[in-house]
């Protein structure tokens, strides 16, 4: 709700600059999406080796 209410405001300021920003969105969001997928598969990554490390303090029964 708060990022639309700048949007407006912005919009009653600078109009054209409003209207290139809601242009533009689409193609920032679609440009974001490979980065989304990388910072998802080295969260996995991490994930993975966080396991792998805890692994022996977990077969031994620690809490």
């Known amino acids: 709700m708060m990022k639309f209410l700048l949007w407006l405001v912005l919009l009653v300021l600078c109009w054209p600059l409003a209207l290139v920003a809601l242009l533009a ?33 977990r077969v031994l029964g620690a809490k």
């Open 25 to 57: 969105w689409p193609f920032v969001w679609l440009l974001s999406l490979p980065f989304r997928a990388v910072g998802i598969a080295v969260d996995g990554v991490f994930a993975l080796l966080r396991a792998l490390v805890m692994l022996p303090a």
